[in-house]
């Protein structure tokens, strides 16, 4: 049941092109088509302000959402985590969609993020993996990703499934909006459609990730260092390390650095850089390259995830994973796998059950 695989979560992560197509099939026909949909065109022309709300996990997949819904709608975005959401008195009204990301549908403080939306009677669209569950029932709009059953307790292919539903949600306003063509609209999504083939590609990264993990299985921390939408994958890559290898371990904004994460820099530190494209945002691309550059002049162990044929930055890498080169919103699609991966094997090797992180539950209905 486990396809051959010494745990779920492995099969879980080779199951993500899969998972990524069937979030996608069915939420495009001249235009992004809803699970549920009980707002108007007018709503949602309507909105001025949207905020994401999600925990852990959903929480990453919802900070890529603000790149791709600012960029494409020209609205603001605020993404918040949902336990701290309703205790700060948010402005919410009419015109704020507030997107809730679970995967469970369950989760205690988003629901109640939700719940509290409503009273200030903001819309509420929810991007859920479960079918019929609290969180889709009290929305006013539901896109469903269709990632199938999750059994291991760290989330994976409902990570990438979660990223590509933002998508999907980014692009729905833009049409409601007008901020996008049809044609520009049917062109995001044609890209958004080639991005299982490209993850399929990125598995390829498995065996090289397998053999660093077990290199590294040791170390006392690992740094997760990204920029742009690397950030939150650098955020994300962390949090898998910390809940299934119990390893301490931070992601930061790369131009952070200079403003105190440096000072933890020592010999042999793994440091885990995610690269962004070193075509279009290349300003970005020779400032991670000097990052990288004055971290392994103080001893880090340069770990780092690139597009194929960045050839720039292969001088400054102690290792080197390559994943397809994808366009620029996309690419945490790629570059989450090696890290999904690493963490599970680092876990492994130090003979703790990848699928069972201790204290850890799945679904967490208590706030
Ligand atoms: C981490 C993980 C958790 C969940 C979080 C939210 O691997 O799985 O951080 O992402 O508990 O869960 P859902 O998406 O069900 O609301």
């Not at 997107?99 to 939306?117: C, F, K, Y």
């Amino acid at each position: 049941e486990k396809g051959g695989h010494d745990y779920f979560m492995l099969k879980e992560i080779e199951e993500q092109p899969e998972a990524l197509a069937n979030t996608l099939r069915g939420h495009f026909s001249d235009g992004v088509v809803l699970d549920e949909q009980r707002l108007s065109e007018q709503d949602l022309r309507d909105i001025g302000k949207v905020f994401v709300v999600a925990c852990g996990t959903a929480y990453h997949a919802g900070l890529l959402a603000k790149y791709a819904i600012e960029h494409w709608c020209r609205i603001p975005v605020e993404v918040e985590l949902a336990s701290e959401f309703r205790y700060r008195d948010p402005v919410l009204g009419r015109d704020t969609l507030v997107v809730a990301i679970s995967q469970s549908g369950e989760t205690a403080d988003t629901l109640e993020a939700v719940r509290h939306a409503r009273t200030q009677h903001a819309r509420v669209l929810a991007i859920s993996n479960t079918n019929g569950s609290q969180i889709p029932r009290e929305s006013d709009a539901v896109l469903y990703t269709h990632a199938g059953p999750e059994i291991g307790v760290a989330a994976t292919k409902t990570f990438l499934a979660q990223i590509a539903a933002n998508y999907l949600v980014g692009l729905a306003l833009a049409q409601a909006r007008g901020t996008k063509y049809a044609e520009e609209l049917e062109r995001e999504f044609e890209e958004l459609a080639a991005m299982p083939e490209a993850v399929r590609s990125a598995l390829s990264t498995v065996g090289k990730t397998r053999e660093l993990a077990a290199r590294f299985s040791e170390s006392k921390a690992v740094l997760f260092l990204g920029r742009h939408v690397g950030y939150p994958v650098a955020l994300e890559g962390a949090l898998k390390l910390k809940e299934l290898a119990y390893m301490h371990a931070e992601g930061f904004a790369a131009g952070e650095l200079k403003h105190g994460p440096i000072a933890l820099i020592e010999e042999g530190l793994p440091v885990v850089v995610n690269m962004p494209s070193n075509k279009g945002s290349s300003q970005l691309h020779a400032k991670l390259v000097s990052n990288i550059r004055e971290i392994q002049a103080r001893g880090a162990h340069t770990i780092v995830i690139a597009e194929e044929g960045d050839d720039a930055v292969r001088p400054f890498a102690d290792e080197l994973i390559e994943v397809p080169a994808v366009p620029t919103l996309l690419q945490p699609l790629v570059s989450a796998v090696p890290l999904q991966v690493l963490a599970a094997e680092v876990a492994r090797n130090r003979g703790y059950d990848v699928d069972k992180p201790r204290n850890l539950a799945k679904s967490v209905t208590v706030e």
